[in-house]
């Protein structure tokens, strides 16, 4: 009986693809508050998809330096492979905004690791021009890789711009796929892993492409706006609004701007379904957007336009609607100060550099 | 492993064997942090050692005229996993500046949160980051001897955390495979969902704004807490003596182990947790107020209090340069000539500071990083001190022990040591900790006192959970207290980030931000040399270290410089617009064997 193969064995398929490698850059300019916040993941955990707790999934190698046994040229060893085309296959997560090293003559303002030749920092951007065209995917994870996040701030000196905005927001990875945006300021935890765990399945050839919107973002995860499920809508819907906060009614009145951000966390809680933001109290400031931050500034006054009463809702509620898609398709442009080119027009004026 | 970069000839020293050994970047710790230095694997010991990061964000630039209530939801964004400290510090800036009070239970409340974060933060850096330096396969590495021995050691209290010898206790750190580094990753989700009840979502905040708190305080609220806090207490009651036994035996199978990481006990603590029957927010009374606080501040030098002042702390708090990447700010504007009690405010103090970046090529010879160097003036003697924060609990901890304040029947500062008491758990009786002041500030002892302060976090929590839901039982529920942002104002926050002090300093003009400068506790431990050339804490203390690891040249993996590096709790992106900083040559007077000279500036 020991020796006998169990029957559902020979009704499982192994992954085609046995190794997979996940190479993750945090040394855009981030916290690494979305490294941190996937390790609070638990659809799936980290640990379900390195120790093989998926079925169907190939081994799963992950390179990331909050979680890394090895260090220094041990860990980055598979940087250069990579570069070299030699660990395939692997994903590219990349953490952080892209800061615009062109607006500048010399040094530096993201790099990881040393040049031996030269022993100088390599440029964040260095690594991003050598591995991406070798990636089979592409993640940016969290607001500040997406769009530029609060690092591209009006006034920001170092020109910081999206992960697309850098690679060109036509950009395709070896295998047909376009940088995946997985926004959040940080970023959701089980919204990451389940992206995740989605193009390992489709790495693996287990799963189609990937359903992505104009933004990039997953479409099954910010389809929907923040209002959609929030549990205080019903007091939207009668027209009473918190006046202070800790006040368990709307508050749209004191600066939520939950009627058009794409972002599902009210519904799904931040960890575990418990926290959130405007239904547990919390302001919703735009963290997941191309506009965000500086299109929902002063994030503390009420948006324009965001509080209707209870009786223009009934009646006027295709008119909100098309109002709210203005609004909702503004909050989704970056601002046009994060681009690409050699010209710093954030408003800072650099007198040093 | 290292990189080897080739056996050093420019540095004077009497080993013939000195070897430039690199490691860029550190991992296991939050941000991109190198470590270079020079090895005398003759004598096994650090030579010199330099430190370096690479990011540069510059809050203090882009905060300027912004609308000063958006400051909390920015600066959060400066660190991925304290950001709600930073959050936190700027709300108590602002309540300065705006001049308002919050409720009391809106102080609990925040309390709560920020006890979550001290409980989730230093268990996860712990045991899945630090831990792992101390695993068994690390071990095996480095120290098959340690490891040989560690199997036979049987440990003290296998009674209490179920592990039978040391070696069990490093299999069991083994990252991902190991049994308490899975639990530990578990118990630090735990921790983060007890977090988010109260303050929204963790790492970056929703609920907390100047003036209180969005939180709507209901039973279900605090008994949700309770509940988590509980299993919490259960398991540091295996974790203390857990971690005890792993760090003795370090002490026991390599004697001299103490001076790995050590260096002159001159620590800072800027106090945690205020008391919402004390704490006005106003500068005037701020040296009442942080006396209060339920983690007291204090400059501790050579062991001696020489501070627990707010005022005191705040006046002498100084920015300097040396070897960053900016230019001086002597000639830009003056904020603040004095503070509301009178007292000169200087050009280097973070109300003054203008930030002037200029990114160039790393020099190690000159300018080699965006860190500035912070120093606390010392009146008695003219110094700029460059204290350390020891990755914040043992600072925490000795400040508080010395000061003998702090009394809250699950805590008790004795002028000596630190009570902790924990009541009866579902599987364990009641315990009591006692957190005595150590003989020295070195990595075991900063990586002891970090478990001790989980516990310390967890005991001032159920003390935190009572006075709130007594708030909530007399139906004082009001969560916030509104206010006006004045034309122009100025404010401070104090507070402790996980891993050590975190200031931060605003002023406004015109309703705007004119100026903001958050000092958190990464630029103090990791600074350069300063313009009189002190070197920073960090490098100072990793220079000092002798080398145990058994591994020659070719299979160097540094663990003794990791775990003295670790034991400070690095986290760079604390660095703000700053960058870490480097350190410089060995000063002559800390290893007088080899004689070196600094290289680099005055």
């Known amino acids: 009986m020991a020796d006998a193969v169990p029957y559902g064995r020979k009704t499982q398929r192994d992954s085609p693809v046995s190794d997979v490698h996940i190479v993750w850059m945090t040394s855009g300019l981030g916290c690494d508050g979305d490294s941190v916040s996937i390790t609070a993941a638990t659809q799936p955990s980290i640990e379900d998809v390195i120790l093989g707790a998926i079925p169907g999934l190939p081994k799963v190698h992950l390179h990331n330096p909050v979680l890394a046994y090895e260090n220094g040229d041990e860990f980055l060893k598979y940087w250069y492979l990579a570069a070299e085309g030699k660990l395939n296959p692997f994903v590219l997560v990349v953490e952080g905004s892209i800061p615009n090293e062109k607006i500048k003559k010399e040094g530096y303002w993201a790099a990881l690791g040393t040049d031996s030749k030269t022993g100088q920092p390599i440029q964040t951007n260095t690594w991003i021009d050598r591995l991406a065209p070798k990636a089979l995917a592409v993640v940016a994870c969290g607001t500040c890789a997406t769009y530029g996040g ?17 690679l060109g927001w036509g950009w395709k990875s070896v295998a047909g796929l376009p940088v995946v945006n997985v926004p959040g300021c940080p970023v959701q935890p089980d919204n ?101 931050p500086d299109k929902f500034m002063p994030f503390m006054d009420e948006p324009p336009g965001a509080r209707v009463s209870s009786g223009a809702i009934g009646v006027y509620g295709r008119a909100i609607r098309a109002l709210r898609s203005i609004t909702n398709t503004t909050v989704n442009k970056e601002p046009k100060w994060r681009h690409p080119g050699a010209e710093l027009t954030t408003g800072y004026i650099p007198r040093s550099y | 492993m290292s990189t080897i970069a080739g056996v050093s000839k420019d540095t004077p020293t ?60 920015i600066t959060s964004r400066i660190c991925g996993i304290c950001g709600d400290n930073h ?177 002159r006990v001159l620590l800072a603590c800027w106090g945690s947790f205020n008391n919402p029957a004390v704490c006005d927010y106003t500068y005037k009374n701020m040296s009442t107020w942080g006396k209060a606080m339920y983690v007291t501040p204090g400059v501790v030098v050579d062991g001696k209090l020489v501070t627990h002042d707010l005022v005191d702390i705040n006046l002498n708090i100084r920015i300097l340069l040396g070897s960053s990447y900016y230019d001086e700010w002597k000639n830009a504007e003056t904020f603040v000539k004095q503070d509301p009690l009178g007292n000169p405010i200087d050009q280097n103090h973070p109300w003054n500071q203008t930030t002037i970046p200029r990114p160039q090529k790393r020099d190690f010879g000159g300018k080699y990083t965006w860190v500035m160097s912070p120093r606390w003036l010392d009146k008695r003697t003219g110094d700029h001190l460059a204290l350390d924060t020891g990755g914040g609990p043992i600072a925490r901890f000795w400040a508080t022990a010395l000061a003998g304040i702090v009394d809250i029947g699950y805590i008790k500062a004795t002028g000596h040591s630190v009570k902790i008491y924990l009541p009866k758990t579902v599987s364990l009786p009641e315990v009591e900790f006692e957190w005595k002041i150590p003989k020295w500030s070195n990595a075991i002892e900063r990586d002891r006192a970090r478990t001790y302060f989980q516990a310390y976090a967890a005991a001032a929590a159920l003390y935190f959970c009572e006075q709130a839901l007594a708030e909530l039982h007399a139906g004082r529920t009001k969560t916030w207290t509104d206010f006006k942002v004045p034309e122009s104002a100025i404010g401070c926050g104090f507070h402790e980030a996980v891993r050590g002090v975190l200031s931060h300093h605003v002023v406004i003009k015109d309703h705007k931000i004119a100026n903001y400068h958050p000092y958190p506790p990464t630029p103090w431990n990791a600074n350069p040399r300063d313009i009189y050339g002190t070197p920073g804490p960090y490098e100072d203390a990793v220079q000092n270290t002798p080398i145990f690891e058994e591994n020659g040249p070719d299979k160097f993996k540094g663990i003794d410089i990791m775990r003295a590096v670790r034991s400070f709790d690095p986290c760079l992106p604390c660095g703000v617009h700053m960058y870490l900083g480097n350190g410089k040559v060995l000063d002559t007077h800390h290893s007088p064997m080899f004689g070196l000279q600094p290289n680099g500036k005055p």
């Open chain 1, 150 to 166: 609060i690092h591209a701030m009006a006034g920001n000196p170092t020109g910081a711009m999206g992960l697309a905005d850098y």
């Open chain 2, 14 to 73: 009497k080993s013939k064997n000195l070897v430039e050994m690199n490691w860029d970047p550190i991992t296991r710790i939050v941000g991109s942090l190198g470590i270079f230095t020079k090895i005398d694997f003759d004598n096994r010991r650090v030579a010199e050692c330099h430190s370096t990061s690479s990011i540069f964000r510059g809050y203090s630039i882009f905060m300027k005229g912004k609308d000063p209530r958006d400051a909390h939801f």
């Open chain 2, 87 to 263: 959050a936190t510090c700027a709300t108590y800036a602002q309540n300065m500046a705006f001049g308002i009070r919050p409720p009391a239970i809106a102080e609990w409340i925040v309390n709560l949160g920020e006890a979550a974060e001290y409980m989730f933060d230093h268990n996860i850096f712990q045991d899945n980051l630090v831990g792992v330096d101390f695993c068994e396969q690390m071990v095996k590495e480095t120290n098959p001897k340690v490891l040989a021995k560690a199997e036979t050691r049987l440990a003290d209290h296998s009674n209490l955390h179920g592990y039978r010898t040391i070696a069990d206790i490093m299999r069991a750190l083994n990252p991902f495979t190991g049994s308490f580094y899975r639990e530990a990753l578990q118990v630090s989700r735990m921790t983060r969902e007890m977090f988010c009840l109260m303050e929204g979502r963790h790492v970056h905040p929703s609920t907390l704004y100047p003036g209180g708190v969005g939180t709507v305080p209901t039973i279900q609220l605090f008994t949700d807490y309770l509940v988590r806090l509980m299993k919490y207490v259960e398991f540091m009651k295996k974790v203390v003596p857990l971690h005890d036994d792993l760090f003795d035996f370090f002490y026991e199978a390599l004697p001299g182990y103490e001076e790995v990481g050590r260096r």
């Open chain 1, 192 to 292: 990451f892993m389940e992206t995740l765990l989605y193009l390992l399945y489709q790495v693996a050839g287990l799963a189609p492409m990937i359903p992505l919107d104009d933004q990039l973002r997953p479409t099954w995860l910010f389809g929907k706006t923040v209002h959609d499920g929030c549990d205080r809508a019903g007091y939207y819907e009668q027209g009473d609004f918190a006046e202070e906060y800790g006040s368990p009614k709307c508050i749209v009145k004191l600066g939520c701007w939950g009627p058009v951000v794409n972002c599902n966390v009210p519904k799904r809680g931040w960890m575990a379904g418990i926290g959130g933001c405007p239904n547990v109290g919390g302001i919703c400031i735009g963290c997941t957007m191309p506009g965000f």
